[in-house]
């Protein structure tokens, strides 16, 4: 698909036109052309180690949702994606090229345009890496807060004093 096409259906979902969206749609450009199909369960899986507008662009392009669970944020604060298909066993990892985006002279405007006319190759370094995916999502029982009585999933009570209660519920005993 046409970068210009892509970047409509990711700023209708995003709702405004950013070049953290446009780091985004050449992410999904590139993964969509190699090989790799958007993802309607958990045949992708997204690594990424920022949380700012690009990571909008994965989740309507490439079907790797936060609420779906094959959408990880590891908070490292950097522009790096790792894009793992349990299909075919393959993953790569796009990380942005420190030179290209660094002119103060662009406006926001002009930054847009440059992203969106360059090639995926020529924004990002780009390898092959090693098919080592993060689990599949868990479903997991959940639990009554004994202090609130919010239903709360196990792995996340806290035992207080021979109680099972949850995180806000302990944070607020421990203040
Ligand atoms: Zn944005
Ligand atoms: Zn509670």
Redesign the pocket.
């Known amino acids: 698909m046409e970068t210009r096409e892509l970047m409509k259906k990711a700023t209708i979902f ?1 709702g ?1 036109i ?1 070049p ?2 446009a780091i985004g749609v050449l992410v999904a450009k590139y993964v969509l052309e190699h090989g790799f199909e958007r993802s309607s369960d958990e045949e992708l899986v997204a690594v990424v180690e920022t949380d700012n ?1 690009s990571v909008d662009a994965l989740q309507t392009l490439l079907g790797t949702t936060y609420g779906k669970g094959n959408l990880i944020h590891n908070d490292y604060g950097k522009n790096n994606y790792k894009i793992y298909s349990r299909k075919s066993q393959k993953a790569v990892n796009l990380a942005l090229k420190a030179s290209v985006l660094d002119s103060k002279k662009l406006s926001r405007d002009e930054k847009i345009q440059k992203i969106l006319d360059l090639e995926p190759e020529e924004l990002f370094d780009i390898r092959e890496i090693e098919f080592d995916p993060p689990i599949l999502a868990q479903i997991e029982e959940s639990v009554p807060c004994e202090m609130c009585g919010e239903l709360t999933m196990d792995s996340r009570i806290m035992g207080y004093q021979d109680r099972n209660i949850c995180i806000p519920c302990y944070k607020a005993i421990k203040k």
């Open positions: 995003h405004h950013c953290g969206i507008c």
